[in-house]
């Protein structure tokens, strides 16, 4: 049993801001003349503090200052040999595994985007004119406090960005298991079958938090009945903030989960003879709603960013196949190592590693949807009615296709929704990108030598990369309606590599 305790970030210099919602509650409705309301400081933050700003009474961004204390994380394994030749064993494990939070989330959930530490300080001219090398900054200024607003008859509003991590933050935790059974086989043989899973809970992750809800005169938001683009940002739970992704209300919040299950499949030989190698299989599922990086839009999730259940899907970096083979073999002795012919021909051997795995899995956006929610979120592309997810890449070789990965036809524009459009209907991960084939290998020399030392040594390495010069291509481009969709047009690992190398030892 492990107990641990994750503490905090915290800043001595007063720099932790954020935005609460809980505060943001108390005030949803911006008054006319503006509001500062929902805007934090911790408790050492140097400079004035703007009325409607609250300042909490620890250094933190956490209300409470203080981090979970019930980090338990119970941890057991075993090994059984059932047979007294002990050439069988049956392995298993399970455990708690916590994470603190990560600081980059930190960095860049708050101290990055957030006001008012993202506001320049400074002035030119006449605001400037006060200013002294020991106080630069004479008068100081508000440090780029600017006020949520919304107006409803004009149908305006303030738009700005910030930065903010939850107020309820657990640690994230990562349940391991596995169960395996070896054995040993004649000849230095060893098979291992087993089953290898995971469970994440609490994943630290970023979302919009501000994205518009639809009205209706049966539901009304904010006042509103009708949904167009331009009144998306009076539609938002919070007016005054963005809507639209890496501008908008974006949170660090613990709330993300994944699954890892897979089958392993093993053979190794031990070194006997001068050969030796092992074989490794791995299928495998890795599934979660954490939102990834690259393929659906950085951290801010697809669709829609308050149904996490639907970004529920396959991992875009997880692979379902992989093979690793590695090997070495020495090749036998000459029977005399005296003279020219037996330097030449002793001390000979190959080695190498071959990997074949199956393609990540892939999702199509569309720039065009989610327009009618103010592109909080990453829209999916649309299939037209009737297509299949196997309808939705061409057929054919890889390299026959490398201009056209995607059917373009079975994609259809995002369903409208008043004057804009909706977010698109594919799922997360329906598709796989290219696979991969690759081979590395070497040959090596080892000749003995006269010298200064009689165990002088010349090793000669010739090494292979890519040896057979197989395309490993890159997924293709992904957003649809653009010049370059379905287009592969970067390679994932180099061409093929030689390179020599010669080294005298003694």
Same mark, same amino acid.
């Given at each position: 049993?492990?107990?641990?305790?994750?503490?905090?970030l915290?800043?001595? $210099?007063?720099?932790?801001?954020?935005?609460?919602? &809980?505060l943001?509650?108390?005030q949803?409705?911006p008054?006319?003349?503006?509001?500062?309301?929902g805007?934090? @400081?911790?408790?050492?933050?140097?400079?004035?503090?703007?009325?409607?700003?609250?300042?909490h009474?620890?250094?933190?961004?956490?209300?409470? +200052?203080?981090?979970?204390?019930?980090?338990?994380?119970?941890?057991? !394994?075993f090994?059984?040999?059932?047979?007294?030749?002990?050439?069988?064993?049956?392995?298993?494990?399970?455990?708690?595994?916590?994470?603190?939070?990560?600081?980059?989330?930190?960095?860049?959930?708050?101290? $990055?985007?957030?006001?008012?530490?993202?506001? !320049?300080e400074?002035?030119?001219? @006449?605001?400037?004119?006060?200013?002294t090398?020991?106080?630069?900054?004479?008068?100081?200024?508000?440090? !780029?406090?600017?006020?949520?607003?919304a107006?409803f008859t004009?149908?305006?509003?303030?738009?700005?960005?910030?930065?903010?991590?939850?107020e309820?933050m657990?640690?994230?935790?990562v349940? /391991?298991?596995?169960?395996?059974?070896?054995?040993?086989?004649?000849?230095?043989?060893?098979?291992?079958?087993?089953?290898?899973? &995971?469970?994440?809970?609490?994943?630290?992750?970023?979302? /919009?938090?501000?994205q518009? &809800?639809l009205?209706?005169?049966?539901?009304? @938001?904010?006042?509103?009945?009708?949904?167009? @683009?331009?009144?998306?940002?009076?539609r938002?739970?919070?007016? !005054?903030?963005?809507?639209?992704?890496?501008?908008?209300?974006?949170?660090? /919040?613990?709330n993300?989960?994944?699954? #890892?299950?897979?089958?392993i499949?093993?053979?190794?030989? &031990?070194?006997?003879?001068?050969?030796?190698f092992?074989?490794?299989?791995?299928?495998?599922?890795?599934?979660?709603?954490?939102?990834?990086i690259?393929?659906l839009g950085?951290?801010l999730?697809s669709?829609?960013?308050?149904?996490v259940?639907?970004m529920?899907?396959?991992s875009?970096i997880?692979?379902?196949?992989?093979?690793?083979?590695?090997?070495?073999?020495?090749?036998?002795? #000459?029977?005399?190592?005296?003279?020219?012919?037996?330097?030449?021909?002793?001390?000979?051997g190959v080695?190498?590693?071959?990997?074949?795995?199956?393609?990540? #899995?892939?999702?199509?956006?569309d720039?065009?949807g989610?327009?009618? #929610?103010?592109?909080a979120?990453?829209?999916t592309?649309?299939?037209?009615?009737g297509?299949?997810?196997?309808?939705?890449?061409?057929?054919?070789?890889?390299?026959?296709?490398?201009?056209? $990965?995607?059917?373009?036809?079975?994609?259809?524009?995002?369903?409208?929704?008043g004057? +804009?459009?909706? $977010?698109?209907?594919?799922?997360?991960?329906?598709?796989?990108?290219?696979?991969?084939?690759?081979?590395?290998?070497?040959?090596?020399?080892?000749?003995?030598?006269?010298?200064?030392?009689?165990?002088?040594?010349l090793?000669?390495?010739?090494?292979?990369?890519?040896?057979?010069?197989?395309?490993?291509?890159?997924?293709p481009v992904?957003?649809?309606?653009?010049?370059?969709?379905?287009?592969?047009?970067?390679?994932?690992?180099a061409?093929?590599l030689i390179?020599?190398?010669?080294?005298y030892?003694?």
């Amino acid at each position: 049993m492990r107990w641990e305790y994750d503490g905090l970030l915290s800043d001595k $210099y007063g720099n932790l801001t954020n935005v609460w919602q &809980s505060l943001l509650l108390t005030q949803p409705i911006p008054p006319p003349g503006g509001t500062l309301v929902g805007y934090t @400081v911790p408790s050492n933050f140097q400079g004035p503090i703007p009325q409607g700003v609250y300042q909490h009474n620890n250094n933190t961004y956490d209300p409470s +200052g203080t981090a979970p204390v019930d980090n338990f994380a119970p941890r057991a !394994g075993f090994a059984w040999q059932p047979f007294t030749n002990g050439k069988l064993v049956i392995r298993g494990g399970a455990g708690y595994f916590y994470d603190r939070p990560s600081g980059n989330y930190f960095i860049n959930g708050i101290v $990055y985007i957030s006001v008012p530490k993202t506001a !320049g300080e400074g002035g030119t001219g @006449v605001g400037e004119a006060l200013g002294t090398f020991q106080d630069p900054w004479n008068p100081f200024n508000t440090f !780029g406090w600017t006020p949520r607003k919304a107006d409803f008859t004009a149908g305006t509003s303030s738009n700005l960005g910030a930065g903010t991590f939850s107020e309820t933050m657990p640690t994230p935790l990562v349940q /391991e298991y596995n169960l395996n059974v070896q054995y040993e086989f004649p000849g230095r043989f060893l098979a291992e079958v087993g089953y290898v899973g &995971s469970h994440g809970l609490h994943l630290q992750d970023k979302r /919009e938090i501000n994205q518009p &809800s639809l009205a209706s005169p049966d539901a009304p @938001v904010n006042g509103l009945t009708t949904n167009t @683009v331009q009144n998306a940002l009076l539609r938002a739970p919070y007016p !005054g903030f963005a809507t639209t992704s890496l501008i908008s209300l974006l949170m660090v /919040e613990d709330n993300a989960d994944s699954r #890892y299950n897979s089958l392993i499949a093993s053979l190794k030989k &031990s070194l006997t003879h001068g050969v030796q190698f092992g074989v490794a299989y791995t299928w495998s599922r890795s599934l979660t709603d954490l939102a990834s990086i690259g393929q659906l839009g950085g951290t801010l999730g697809s669709n829609n960013v308050n149904n996490v259940r639907q970004m529920w899907g396959p991992s875009d970096i997880g692979r379902a196949q992989r093979i690793v083979v590695n090997y070495s073999w020495n090749a036998p002795s #000459y029977h005399s190592t005296d003279g020219f012919l037996g330097k030449f021909l002793n001390g000979w051997g190959v080695a190498g590693v071959t990997i074949a795995q199956s393609g990540f #899995y892939i999702t199509p956006t569309d720039s065009r949807g989610g327009t009618i #929610y103010g592109n909080a979120g990453t829209a999916t592309g649309t299939p037209c009615p009737g297509i299949t997810a196997s309808q939705l890449t061409t057929s054919g070789s890889l390299t026959s296709r490398l201009n056209k $990965y995607f059917n373009s036809a079975a994609f259809c524009a995002p369903v409208a929704i008043g004057n +804009g459009t909706g $977010y698109g209907t594919l799922g997360r991960g329906d598709m796989n990108g290219p696979g991969q084939f690759n081979w590395d290998a070497a040959i090596l020399k080892t000749t003995t030598v006269g010298g200064i030392s009689e165990n002088a040594r010349l090793d000669f390495r010739a090494e292979f990369f890519n040896a057979f010069n197989h395309p490993q291509f890159a997924n293709p481009v992904l957003p649809i309606g653009t010049a370059s969709f379905g287009q592969i047009t970067a390679a994932s690992v180099a061409p093929r590599l030689i390179q020599f190398a010669l080294k005298y030892s003694f």
